[in-house]
């Protein structure tokens, strides 16, 4: 007879990143029984792209040609299929999409989407055609400076816009490039009969027409009344006129928005009754597949160190983001970004250590904790919170208000006090900035560590130590935002099947009743580190003030 039809039941989620489109089929139990993914520079070298990216005439100027994206979810499906995956069994899918990048669908693509013919690849019928704008924004574009003040200024200024949208205008933001296109390319605005963003157009390829925007991704475009959870009629307003037209309702990111349209029924036998879930942005998805909760802290150490934290309540930030939730939907979660990272870890380390890790982690470890009162800011690029540049040394010596503090000293004595500075003022750094901005740390606070450098134990020894907290990592860490689009596929689905009478379990609840979080404690806080700690904060506040003063 088989197992049960239970049983037989797949999640399927796809992750549509900067350099490259993942797929991942998930069992009944969330387990992985099919991976695939293509890569644009390589799979796809027609394209052109460097790092998944074309570079436009002007400087920081960068875009996607969409058709790049549809011919890579062709490839990927086969990819699955060469696999045997059974895609009959799918039941849910839904999708994770890099933040913030805009399409712009022509009234000929929309026709074309919704009666797609089975025979012939996605690519061969939705193409360039299907766009009226072929070279299309993404999160790495920059060049929306002048659009990012006008709108400000229209609805009264930074505060208000983060008060409205949850951040202030950011030239890689969605309305702002939308304004760009406008002012610049009034036509195609014009001929755009909708507009997706990156995750809805995930979703709009399964559903075979227009898939609403999610309020999560949603958050990410400097358009959307967070509180409300609908478009902000100011920030459309001075966007680009009938904006509302082209962007739809915004949807919850658990909404389950139809079946799969037909030609995935017949071309890849999904079934006739498989749902499609809206799909949501990366930072979103990523928080989706930690399976945290809200007494968690999350960093991402990468090119930027990324803090990623829930919410119940949105904080009033004039820097950072503030999100919709993307699974607990009454809540917000936050993001802080910070350039000064991997890169700069990568230069102390190869001017000290030779580019060896080992020998790296060797110095940082053979120096005590608070580095006899030596501390360092070393913001290489302009830093973000706060706007600064700059490399500051102080010894225990120096006081905030003599006439050495502004220039500090020009080296420490060693590699080793060298590289701890380094690591301490990072971490201090990524702590003040969140503090300052209202986020409370505690005795129950967890951190989560992901990103390139969560492999190396003596960075998270420090980090639990500054941080005063446990320090974790997870398996399957790196694939979270993927891994996010599967389960939430799943939990939409379970929500959808609910008996009206029952009480849904919470999105976190209900995943860890099917897998575990494969969390791994890796350290603990030394029991001196707030007493260490506590007064370095100050200092470090001062050092960063002193960096940021010409700035202002």
């Known amino acids: 007879m088989g197992p049960p039809k239970q049983l037989k039941r797949a999640f399927l989620g796809f992750d549509l990143s900067t350099q490259k489109l993942k797929a991942v089929l998930l069992n009944c139990k969330l387990e992985v029984i099919a991976a695939a993914e293509v890569k644009f520079d390589t799979d796809l070298p027609e394209f052109r792209t460097t790092g998944g990216a074309n570079n436009g005439p002007d400087k920081n100027e960068y875009f996607v040609q969409p058709v790049m994206w549809v011919k890579a979810m062709d490839i990927v499906l086969d990819r699955l299929v060469m696999q045997q995956a059974d895609l009959s069994t799918v039941v849910a899918i839904s999708g994770s999409g890099q933040q913030h990048g805009s399409l712009y669908w022509s009234k000929h693509g929309i026709k074309t989407l919704q009666n797609l013919n089975s025979e012939k690849f996605l690519h061969a019928q939705i193409d360039d055609s299907a766009f009226v704008v072929n070279r299309t924004p993404i999160w790495m574009d920059s060049t929306t400076t002048k659009q990012c003040l006008e709108m400000e ?170 999100l919709c939730h993307p699974t607990e939907t009454e809540q917000y979660m936050t993001l802080l970004c910070f350039k000064n990272a991997s890169l700069v870890r990568e230069g102390i380390n190869k001017t000290t250590s030779g580019g060896n890790w080992e020998k790296f982690n060797e110095y940082l470890e053979s120096t005590p904790r608070g580095n006899f009162g030596n501390m360092a800011v070393h913001f290489n690029d302009m830093e973000i919170i706060p706007r600064a540049q700059g490399v500051l040394r102080w010894s225990k010596e120096i006081q905030p208000s003599s006439p050495e503090a502004a220039k500090g000293v020009i080296k420490f004595s060693s590699p080793q006090i060298e590289i701890r500075a380094l690591i301490e003022g990072q971490m201090l750094h990524h702590r003040s900035v969140a503090e300052d901005l209202g986020y409370r740390f505690g005795q129950e606070t967890h951190i989560l560590v992901t990103g390139g450098a969560s492999v190396n134990k003596s960075i998270l020894q420090t980090i639990a130590d500054v941080f005063n907290s446990p320090v974790y990592t997870q398996d399957e860490g790196h694939e979270a935002a993927l891994m996010g689009a599967a389960y939430r596929a799943a939990y939409a689905l379970y929500l959808q099947e609910l008996d009206k009478t029952g009480t849904p379990l919470c999105y976190r609840d209900y995943i860890l009743s099917l897998t575990t979080n494969k969390l791994n404690l890796v350290c603990e806080p030394n029991k001196d580190s707030e007493q260490i700690y506590a007064p370095m904060l100050l200092r470090y506040r001062e050092m960063a003030r002193i960096l940021a003063d010409p700035y202002k």
């Open 153 to 322: 200024m229209a609805v009264g200024g930074k505060h208000k816009m983060a008060q409205l949208t949850g951040s202030k205008c950011y030239e890689r933001f969605t309305g702002p490039q939308i304004r760009k296109i406008y002012q610049k390319r009034c036509h195609a605005y014009e001929e755009a009969k909708r507009i997706s963003l990156v995750s809805s157009f995930i979703s709009s390829l399964f559903l075979g027409s227009i898939c609403p925007i999610d309020f999560s991704d949603g958050s990410g475009m400097n358009l959307l009344d967070i509180r409300k959870k609908i478009w902000s009629k100011e920030c459309l307003n001075v966007c680009a006129p009938d904006l509302d037209e082209r962007l739809g309702v915004p949807v919850s990111p658990n909404t389950v928005v139809g079946n799969v349209s037909k030609y995935f029924v017949k071309r890849f036998s999904f079934s006739p009754d498989c749902k499609v879930i809206a799909s949501t942005g990366d930072n979103p998805s990523a928080l989706a597949g930690m399976l945290v909760n809200s007494k968690w802290l999350t960093i991402s150490l990468g090119t930027s160190d990324t803090l990623m934290m829930s919410l119940k309540e949105p904080l009033n930030w004039e820097e950072g983001h503030v």
